[in-house]
T-cell receptor, first 113, second 113 residues
């Protein structure tokens, strides 16, 4: 079945550092790929998405590119801020599994001033 | 404003009691979901419903029950059969078969005393 594997945390960075959180997926067909963010005590919010190979999703300075050849969707940001501290989840939406979403285990990011 | 409302935000339960978590959405979405979140395990799907009066088990349905009598509402009952119910529960909705996103509520934290 479909699955998502993402980099384990926690990750601690200084403000203005470069961020990469790795995500790889296993899926049949052509899944859509997502990054969600969860701030403390809240539900998840969509950060960015990509629906086909080579698409790049971007939002709030974060970017991720849908790489079908490596089945990856790594999240990057050039300069993190303290306000980016949160848990980040990679997810797929199955192409042939109805409307089911599959989530990674989450990566906790703490940015220190 | 459109969105998903979960209640209560915090709930305490004695062992052997059933509890029901409320989830209401005014986004006019057909599909609704319940996820359980535990530290280090990401999100696990409990139940989902793609249309009124129909729902399917997810990966960890044992000890839970749901109903979908109205499009707007998808309550989750945590029964006494659930062996380890203490967790953070998230409700979400989406437009079925759309390469879009899941919209999440703010979650309900259940603690069994």
């Amino acid at each position: 079945g479909d699955s998502v594997t993402q980099m384990e945390g926690p990750v601690t960075l200084s403000e203005e550092a470069f961020l990469t959180i790795n995500c790889t997926y296993t899926a049949t067909g052509y899944p859509s790929l997502f990054w969600y963010v969860q701030y403390p005590g809240e539900g998840l919010q969509l950060l960015l998405k990509a629906t086909k190979a080579d698409d790049k999703g971007s939002n709030k300075g974060f970017e991720a590119t849908y790489r079908k050849e490596t089945t990856s969707f790594h999240l990057e940001k050039g300069s993190v801020q303290v306000s980016d501290s949160a848990v980040y989840f990679c997810a797929t939406q199955g192409w042939n599994t109805g409307n089911q979403f599959y989530f990674g285990t989450g990566t906790s990011l703490t940015v220190i001033p | 404003d459109g969105g998903i409302t979960q209640s209560p935000k915090y709930l305490f339960r004695k062992e052997g009691q059933n509890v029901t978590l409320s989830c209401e959405q005014n986004l006019n979405h057909d599909a609704m979901y319940w996820y359980r979140q535990d530290p280090g395990q990401g999100l696990r799907l409990i139940y989902y419903s793609q249309i009124v009066n129909d729902f399917q088990k997810g990966d960890i349905a044992e000890g839970y029950s749901v109903s979908r009598e109205k499009k707007e509402s998808f309550p989750l009952t945590v029964t006494s059969a659930q062996k380890n119910p203490t967790a953070f529960y998230l409700c979400a909705s989406s437009i079925p078969r759309n390469t879009g996103e899941l919209f999440f509520g703010e979650g309900s934290r259940l603690t069994v005393l």
